[in-house]
T-cell receptor
Framework: GESVGLHLPTLSVQEGDNSIINCAYS??????FIWYKQESGKGPQFIID?????DKRQGQRVTVLLNKTVKHLSLQIAATQPGDSAVYFC???????????FGAGTRLTVKP | EAGVVQSPRYKIIEKKQPVAFWCNPI?????LYWYLQNLGQGPELLIR????????DSQLPKDRFSAERLKGVDSTLKIQPAELGDSAVYLC????????????????FGPGTRLTVL
């Protein structure tokens, strides 16, 4: 797999490799975090979420890790497939105001 | 179940002209959002409705932008007059709402309207 530094705009991986997309969030009071996938010409699509009282959550082929100490969020995609090619955004939400703030996004390209 | 519907999908207008976007949220969703997304950027909230009430419009440029959700279902976003810098994708999203103190109030996005101002 390939790991990127914080907030790099692009990530290119070989099909079958693992991908790690990183995100730094801004508000230490944020309670809830979501990763979205956005394909060209479409709106963002929910992938996985995590609450602030957790540090890891797993879905199908995806894992989100939360490090509140350094306000860092990561999305791990196992066995990356061509269909995973998209822009990935992290978003943070402050409980009780439902205000969701998006990061700038990382474009993932999967090479066959 | 139908998702969030937006129309038109694309719009090209000349500057100083008016333009309107329409959104039909998922049935039963009380909360509706309008976002602006510039190329290569994440969506930025313009306005949020809880039913027919605009509860957060702090980021809406009120000199030229307006929005309404008269019956608490469909919503329109209008720009008058449009400027070159308004070229962007305008996304609509809906969510069930914060009823019951839910924190995991997932937002479902429509495909967006791509506006080009010439």
């Amino acid at each position: 797999g390939e790991s990127v530094g914080l907030h790099l705009p692009t990530l290119s991986v070989q099909e079958g490799d693992n991908s790690i997309i990183n995100c730094a969030y801004s508000n230490s009071a944020s309670d809830y975090f979501i990763w979205y996938k956005q394909e060209s010409g479409k709106g963002p699509q929910f992938i996985i979420d995590i609450r602030s009282n957790m540090d890891k959550r797993q879905g199908q082929r995806v894992t989100v890790l939360l490090n509140k100490t350094v306000k860092h969020l990561s999305l791990q995609i196992a066995a990356t497939q061509p269909g995973d090619s998209a822009v990935y955004f992290c978003a943070e939400i402050l409980y009780n105001n439902n205000d969701m703030r998006f990061g700038a996004g990382t474009r993932l390209t999967v090479k066959p | 179940e139908a998702g969030v519907v937006q129309s038109p999908r694309y719009k090209i207008i000349e500057k100083k002209q008016p333009v309107a976007f329409w959104c039909n949220p998922i049935s039963g969703h009380n909360t509706l959002y309008w976002y602006l997304q510039n190329l290569g950027q994440g969506p930025e909230l313009l306005i949020r409705y809880e039913n027919e009430e605009a509860v957060d419009d702090s980021q809406l440029p009120k000199d030229r932008f307006s929005a309404e959700r008269l019956k608490g279902v469909d919503s329109t976003l209008k720009i008058q007059p449009a400027e070159l810098g308004d070229s962007a994708v305008y996304l609509c999203a809906s969510s069930p709402g914060l009823a019951g103190g839910r924190v995991d109030n997932e937002q479902f996005f429509g495909p967006g309207t791509r506006l080009t101002v010439l």
